[in-house]
């Protein structure tokens, strides 16, 4: 499938999935939205694909927020369709069952920080700055960001970036818990390239399991302990496991 808004490679194990507005600053608007949607479907199906790194074209920004020109003249129900709209993107980020590594090579702000918050990793370079600037429009986050930035960092913190709607930049989103890493905007996506390979010596079954039972522990209708026992004793079962412990007895490493 050919995409208008984004580049899709691949390297490897690896699928390179880059927003192609520059000029826009990365902007978020429906259409990249549907085909960030388009491409993790098409990437879940893809065996050939065990991991993902999602970043913004040129060294300015990783997103820089909502196409702000989408949301004039909406009717409060069409703002609450494009919300959900955009709700539905994020949850497929986050329970994607393959590693998606967020490498943020500038500003991600607003929808852009929403995006990032909703991979299951994220790297920073040194320039990044992050923020949730909605308050300044009359607005809250509407991609899931009141949530997802309050696990991360807890409820304080989330505020304060909420309710000043002020940047911070990367050394202060790693001390706070925001990003895993903060790197040389050169080396940022070998980085994550370093990262997803060790994944790619673990068990493919394994890891999705960990990030459904991961996710599933923030769900208030879900028991997370009970979840872990249940699909731990499941993983006895499959056929990682046993090629996992028969390559542990025989001291070598496990053919994944």
């Known amino acids: 499938m050919s995409y208008q808004n984004l580049l899709l490679s691949h390297k490897g194990y690896t699928a390179y999935v880059t927003i192609n507005r520059e000029a826009k600053l990365n ?3 429906y259409e990249t939205i549907a085909e960030l949607k388009a491409v993790f479907h098409e990437l879940q199906q893809d065996d050939n694909t065990r991991g993902v790194i999602l970043t913004g074209s040129g060294h300015k920004a990783f997103v820089a927020g909502a196409d702000i020109q989408e949301f004039l003249e909406k009717s409060s129900d ?5 919300s959900a709209f955009g709700h539905e993107l994020m949850d497929s980020l986050s329970t994607f069952p393959k590693p998606v590594i967020a490498a943020i090579n500038g500003y991600a702000l607003g929808g852009g920080l929403e995006l990032a918050l909703a991979c299951h990793i994220r790297l920073a370079s040194v320039n990044a700055k992050m923020g949730l600037p909605e308050v300044s429009l009359g607005l809250i986050p509407g991609y899931g960001g009141t949530q997802r930035l309050t696990r991360l960092v ?7 970036m909420i309710l000043t709607g002020e940047m911070i930049d990367a050394k202060d989103a790693y001390q706070w818990g925001l990003v895993n890493s903060v790197v040389p905007q ?3 996506l070998d980085t994550a390239q370093t990262i997803l390979e060790k994944t790619y010596l673990r068990s493919k079954s394994a890891i999705a399991t ?3 039972v991961v996710n599933a522990g923030f769900e208030k209708t879900i028991d997370g302990y009970q979840l872990e026992i249940e699909n731990f004793g499941k993983s006895f079962g499959s056929e990682d496991f046993k090629e996992g412990v028969t390559a542990f007895l025989e001291k070598r490493k496990p053919n994944f």
């Open 154 to 160: 807890g409820k304080g913190k989330a505020l304060e």
């Open 78 to 82: 069409q703002a609450m369709e494009l």
């Open 27 to 29: 902007a978020l608007n």
């Open 210 to 212: 960990a990030i459904h």
């Open 186 to 188: 050169e080396e940022l």
